[in-house]
């Protein structure tokens, strides 16, 4: 199975300033690489498909790159609705496996 | 507006079984690859299984294999997921997905 390892586990923020996310997969997942946030008792929503393709509806402060194992989502200005866990989630390989991941708290 | 809408969870007991719905609308369904994950409580997200968009393929996890079946009905546009030999593991929200299209998921408890 692909492992993806995301970094760091909780990240404390300060609104305004520019921040970076990191997944790291086990083996090569190509871009099949999609992020998601998660707030408490929602569901997920998609923020970026295949590494770096905007979402319709998806503020434009968030981006992703990367590709082959090693994956970045950046938020350019958190904002305070920001807070909350983030998973990167790869599509390349069966099983489909998620990182376990990241909490954005307010520093 | 796209809504997945899920049902069909509930309490059941270790061995019995469960199905699950979810009742698609304001996309074109069949058009979609379609997906169950599931989160247990306070855990990260897991992936369960998928269906292609004709119901032709079918992909599991294995710790599902041969107790779980995910179907669809094009027609209605509903996806399904049968669940049997359940087991305390397999508490979980389990939420229908296709990618950028999410339920608001349903709690499936297996406890005695």
């Known amino acids: 199975d692909v492992v993806l390892t995301q970094s760091p586990a909780t990240l404390s923020v300060t609104p305004g300033e520019r921040i970076s996310l990191s997944c790291r997969a086990s083996e090569s997942v190509d871009t099949y690489l999609h992020w998601y946030q998660q707030k408490p008792n929602e569901s997920p929503r998609l923020l970026i498909k295949?590494?770096?393709q905007s979402i319709s509806g998806i503020p434009s402060r968030f981006s992703g790159s990367g590709s082959g194992t090693d994956f970045t989502l950046s938020i350019n200005g958190v904002e305070l609705e920001d807070l909350s866990i983030y998973y990167c989630?790869?599509?390349?390989?069966?099983?489909?496996?998620f990182g376990a991941g990241t909490k954005l708290e307010l520093k | 507006e796209v809504q997945l809408v899920e049902s069909g969870g509930g309490l059941v007991q270790p061995g019995r079984s469960l199905k699950l719905s979810c009742a698609a609308s304001?996309?074109?369904?069949?058009?979609?690859?379609m997906a169950w994950v599931r989160q247990a409580p306070t855990k990260g997200l897991e992936w369960v299984a998928s269906?292609?968009?004709?119901?032709?393929?079918?992909y599991y996890r294995d710790s599902v294999k041969g107790r779980f079946t995910i179907s669809r009905d094009n027609a209605k546009s509903t996806l399904y997921l049968q669940m049997d030999s359940l087991r305390s593991e397999d508490t979980a929200t389990y939420y229908c997905?296709?990618?950028?299209?999410w339920g608001q998921g349903t709690l499936v408890t297996v406890s005695s």
């Open positions: 304001g996309f074109t369904f069949s058009n979609y690859y």
């Open positions: 997905t296709a990618l950028a299209y």
């Open positions: 989630q790869q599509g390349n390989s069966l099983p489909y496996t």
């Open positions: 295949y590494a770096s």
């Open positions: 269906i292609t968009n004709s119901g032709g393929s079918t």
